[in-house]
């Protein structure tokens, strides 16, 4: 019997076993894409995100393979909903920081790596299309290209319900567009259309709906031969405009200790919006989205287990899991 011939990088990547993502690999411009579809929710979940990470991961230990990242979503309408509402009612209820800040953290790790993309030799671009609200819109704004297809609108509703935007939204949003663009947008919990995102340096290009496709495919072939050039050109942007994980970290502490004053009214007008969003992406039976975050917040803890920061840190996650309502 022949040996068996040992899996090339690429198909380590492409082949791994995602529940959430399809991968799809162009080897012509090494351009990477990622399709995401996050059930029941298309929303940044504990699975979502670990799913997410991985891949990421996967690029970084392959250094020089992957030369563009694209993301995009498989839900008609939608591409991200942000936050995991359903998430954030079960810990606020439980009153359970440590899960909070570890959820968060997730989010900025995903929003560190893309803001250091250049810095790995990797060109990045999503495609909007449909709603993509709070951390949605927060996980666009490190990519290099962003395309909006026309239809689609963004915006940070999370103030509606006293929830304040975290992660990434006020210094991300400063960055691109200024001060007082990122104080009235951030404020006002308004959604954009894609021209008006446009206007104020958020969106790179708009596109006719159903043209997004292409306008990925004519961007990395003008990108591409001059690769180099436009990497090192973005790392010195980042460095002219810096931002630290530490300051990342500083609101995702303010941003878990603001969702546990959320008061009974918030919660329950969470809870209708993240039924609501499970309704307009056709998700499964409402009634088992809360044991679906049970067990993506169980599993999220026992990955952490064993890793000796977290450890010292926020301890292992028992004690607060098994305090959980029904846990």
Not at 60 to 84: C, I, K, Q, T, Y
Not at 296 to 324: M, P
Request: proline share 3%.
């Amino acid at each position: 019997m022949s040996a068996r011939r040992p899996l090339s990088g690429i198909e380590q990547i492409v082949g791994r076993p995602y529940k959430y993502l399809r991968l799809e690999w162009t080897d012509e411009l090494a351009m990477l894409r990622v399709r995401t579809c996050v059930k029941p929710i298309q929303c940044y979940s504990l699975a979502g995100l670990t799913e997410m990470q991985r891949v990421l991961d996967d690029v970084a230990e392959n250094p020089g393979l992957v030369r563009h990242l694209v993301l995009s979503s498989d839900v008609a309408g939608v591409f991200n909903f942000g936050g995991d509402l359903a998430l954030f009612v079960l810990l606020a209820r439980a009153r359970d920081l440590d899960s909070l800040r570890m959820y968060g953290r997730r989010c900025i790790d995903m929003v560190w790596w893309l803001e250091n993309a250049a810095q790995r030799g990797v060109h990045t671009i999503v495609l909007v299309q449909g709603d993509t609200l709070g951390g949605g819109l927060e996980s666009v704004l490190p990519f290099h290209k962003v395309i909006f297809e026309r239809s689609a609108q963004a915006g940070f509703p999370e103030v509606l319900f006293n929830l304040f935007p975290g992660m990434g939204a006020w210094p991300l949003t400063i960055r691109k567009a200024g001060f007082s663009i990122a104080n009235d947008m951030v404020l006002s919990g308004r959604l954009f259309t894609a021209e008006q995102l446009q206007r104020r340096s958020l969106v790179d290009l708009v596109v006719e709906d159903g043209e997004g496709e292409l306008a990925i495919d004519a961007l990395v072939r003008t990108v591409d031969p001059r690769l180099r050039g436009t990497l090192a050109a973005l790392h010195a942007r980042h460095l002219a405009a810096p931002i630290t994980y530490e300051s990342l970290l500083a609101v995702v502490d303010l941003w878990a200790e603001t969702a546990l004053t959320l008061t009974t009214r918030d919660l329950r007008l969470m809870e209708r919006l993240a039924r609501a969003q499970v309704r307009k992406v056709g998700g499964e039976d409402e009634g088992a989205v809360e044991e679906i975050k049970r067990i993506e917040l169980d599993t999220a803890w026992s990955d952490l287990r064993g890793n000796t920061q977290w450890d010292e840190e926020h301890g292992t996650g028992v004690t607060v899991w098994t305090g959980l309502p029904g846990g």
